[in-house]
């Protein structure tokens, strides 16, 4: 097991390691104890680990409620934070009392912000179960939300007591969540590289927990990196959005057809390339490809620039400019201000350098069957 101390203003403490679910009563303890546990968690998840987690706070005796939610792009909303906080009030929580999330990132964006607003802010503990979540969503305390001009526009920053990151519970998770992970994996093997760039070349499975906990470590320790020396996002934190400029178009353009770390993938590639990087679009290239993510994406660029462009993503827009990272080399990233004519020939540079995907399965990864199917 590892423990990585995120040195924000309050610092805090993210676990990784196996079996922690059962351990989940034991770690809450000392900010708990004496006060009741509200677990907010993914209607699909708590079928699988709610339970346990339950038991686990139970053992310690710590009262605890479960409110399971469904949560997609769609509802990661103001609507979605505003129910939550009047089933708290209803309950009536206190602020002393502790919110814990259980899922992926939508949970812990959704968890975080009714955290932040709930009483002016009530503890908050995140439980990632995505290695998404693991690796980014719920390290650094920014919780994101959408509203129909765009994705992340709303937010705020928020940081959680503590993480804790249970590698078990990744053996439920589909398989192209473990992809849409490795996404912003890679996305911080570019940004800071230290070895992790040919730690992920080995292709790291989901079996491989020595190694999946190391690069989880690996992206968490970069993040913190970044987000202790910068943690409201002003400066050096803009460049965990690399991968975002495209990536959040690609989203937006396709109504989220592509999971969002296959669409940071593919916003690092286009980046790259649009940016005239080649030989770091193509190393970044190699690295999507060991892990079968896709490349390439069949929708028209037009739709993609547009989003970028207008439907808003949560770029800052600067006085007209737009703010995007530019991967020159890997571990070399630099943020820079472009106008909006720049943006549109990069982005329309690094789409053509991409082509459109031509294989099946690509387009079976737009089609999105393990989320359409449940919703
Ligand atoms: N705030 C931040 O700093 C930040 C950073 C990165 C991403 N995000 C946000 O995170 C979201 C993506 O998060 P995500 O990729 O974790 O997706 P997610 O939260 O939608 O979860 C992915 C899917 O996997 C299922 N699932 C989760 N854990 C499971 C498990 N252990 N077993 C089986 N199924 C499981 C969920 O039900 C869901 O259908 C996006 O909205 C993105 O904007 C936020």
Redesign the pocket.
Known sequence: MKCIEIKTNPSYNVWIGPALTSQIGKLLYSIANGHRVAVIS????DP??GEEVIASIEDYGIEVQSFPIM???KT?TLDTVETLLSKLAKENYSKEDVLLDV???????IA?MTAALYLSGIKVVHM??????MT?????????L?IPEG??IV?TVYQPEMVIADLD??????EQ?IK??IG?IIKYAVIEDNGLYGKLMNHVGRADMVELENIIADSVEIKNRIVSEDPTGTGLRGV?RLGHTAG?AI?TATDYGV???EAVGLGMLIMAYGTGNRKTGDKIKRLLERYDMPTAIDWPDREIIAAALYKGTDDRKYEGTYSIVVPEKIGQCVQKKVSARSLTLILKKGLVAIGHSKNQSSKLRLLRP??RA?S
């Not at 899922?103 to 964006?109: A, H, L």
């Open positions: 993914d209607m699909y998840v699988l680990y949560v997609d792009e990661k899922g992926g990132g939508m949970i812990s964006d975080g990632p179960t995505t290695l998404l979540g980014d969503a719920a390290v650094g305390g920014k919780a994101e959408n994705k992340g937010g519970v990744l053996s439920t998770l589909p969540e849409s992970g912003e965990v959040q989203e999971l969002h770390g393990f989320r449940r």
